[in-house]
């Protein structure tokens, strides 16, 4: 599948305005929660990426890496890049191209809640855990 880069470049943090005639619909966002708990891990970590998997336990939810600590290839779909107020570099959403064939009609937000997320997302040690909530996309 080929990799579709979007993202918000004006810093929008939870939805988005309308696609616009011809334009790729916006496919991934963050809520204001999500966002301030990436500003803190960028700021611990540097540069971040996303990889949904769509595999039980803990692929089941995004896996927050250091960006380029996760490798993606020919088997992964860029669903977009989330642009953060107070982050210096979009954080790119990465899914795996088997997930993303049962997820192509769906938008997805990033949340958090409190609870031990996996053990190799950044967010573990937080006390709190990535999440996606989704939608059909809309025309």
Partial sequence: MEARPQGDPAGREA???PA???????RVAVTPAAAELL???????????????GGCCDGSSPMCYERGEFRTGDSDVLLGELWI?????????????????????THLTVDTVQGRGSGFSLEAPEGVRFLIRSRLLED
């Fill in 15 to 17: 939805g988005g305005a």
């Fill in 20 to 26: 616009g005639q011809g334009a790729e619909p916006e």
């Fill in 39 to 53: 500003r803190v891990l960028t700021g611990k970590h540097g540069p971040l990426m996303f990889h949904q998997s």
């Fill in 85 to 105: 107020d107070g982050v210096p570099d979009p954080v790119p959403f990465w899914m795996s191209a088997a997930q993303f064939a049962y997820w192509s009609h």
